[in-house]
């Protein structure tokens, strides 16, 4: 059977344990306030527990002391050395500080946004000043929000909890049940993707979280499966995305949409499509209209789609609706001040 709590997590509760305690705690101590160890269990499999424990910190590098407790007469007790744990002062360069800013902006909109911005905030302070931590301005990841699927497949992926969902086939459109054993959550190309083995089918699919409708179920027993060692979650991912793929034509403007020239791939394009003078031919994969079309109309005039004209079409309703939008607050406020 499972423990109740996994082990990387009852190692964390006793470091956090030992370090914080005013005396050195005895084995009793451990086994009736650190969570992990108060499972009910024999003394005797506390005991071997406990050791196994000491043992993986000491290998890790935690300096677990065993001393004498003066309150507990010569019963022996156990602590960690704030000292000796604590990690030297951290430096961060203004490009380290850009990095992390940079993966920080991934999780905006996500679930883990706050998490994130939190960390960052502290790391600034041990970091070079604002001004001199802008070596990556102008860059940002574009990754649309996985939506509320993102969480309980994160959970299930680390319990390896079988989930279930309804999920809208790109094909077809078909809105289908299934039932899947979550590998992994992957990142790419602007969207999150799970990949993992579908019961229904028997085989490892790829489900992108932006199709998935409706709440994501966990069902059965944690650890009910095991990821197989031979697993490629990025090699899947990127066989479905070749099978979904389209090729956007873009006239972009020198030293501008930096994420787009990113992704650019080489090809021929069509006799139809050139560039204008003053602008460079930039071909970009792309699955989902919608998702291009948006990335697309936040570089406003620095990017012009030359093809296909679906995605021109798209780009173009975007930029009318946002010039009408400006024109009837410009109106308001005339009106306000007439």
Do not use: C
Not at 140 to 159: F, M, Q
Not at 192 to 216: E, H, K, M, N, Q
Not at 223 to 233: E, K, Q, S
Not at 294 to 309: F, K, N, S
């Amino acid at each position: 059977m499972p423990e109740s709590i996994p082990q990387a997590e009852r190692l964390l509760n006793l470091v956090i344990a030992l370090v914080n305690t005013t005396a050195p705690m005895t084995k009793e101590q451990v086994r009736s306030s650190v969570a992990g160890y108060d499972d009910g269990a024999s003394s005797e499999a506390f005991e071997r527990k406990f050791e196994r424990d000491k043992d993986i910190l000491r290998d890790l590098g935690v300096p677990v002391l065993t001393v004498t407790a003066a309150a507990h007469g010569d019963e022996v007790g156990y602590r960690i050395d704030p000292d000796a744990y604590a990690l030297p002062p951290l430096q961060l360069s203004a490009a380290q500080l850009g990095v992390l800013t940079l993966a920080a902006e991934l999780w905006n909109d996500q679930t883990l946004r706050g998490d994130a911005w939190r960390a960052l905030t502290k790391l600034r302070v041990v970091g070079d000043t604002p001004a001199e931590a802008d070596a990556v301005a102008g860059l940002a990841p574009r990754v649309h929000p996985a939506g509320p699927a993102l969480a309980p497949l994160l959970d299930a992926a680390h319990d390896r909890q079988v989930v279930t969902f309804t999920y809208r086939a790109a094909s077809t459109g078909e809105v289908l049940t299934r039932h899947v054993e979550p590998w992994r959550l992957v990142a790419s190309r602007g969207g999150w993707y799970l990949v993992g083995r579908d019961r229904d089918r028997d085989a490892p699919r790829v489900f992108r979280l932006s199709r998935i409708t409706g709440r994501v179920r966990p069902v059965g027993e944690r650890h009910a499966f095991t990821v197989p060692a031979d697993a490629d979650p990025l090699g899947l991912i990127s066989t479905a995305q070749r099978a979904d793929a389209r090729t956007a034509w873009l006239a972009i403007a020198p030293d501008r949409a930096g994420a787009l020239r990113a992704r650019a791939t080489d090809g021929q394009a069509p006799e139809d499509v050139a560039a204008p003078e003053g602008t460079d031919l930039v071909a970009v994969p792309y699955q989902r209209t919608s998702d291009l079309a948006d990335e697309i109309t936040g570089y406003t005039d620095a990017v012009v789609v030359l093809a296909p004209r679906t995605l021109r079409d798209a780009v173009l309703t975007r930029l009318r609706a946002a010039a009408a939008l400006g024109d009837r607050v410009a109106e308001g406020t005339a009106v306000d001040h007439g």
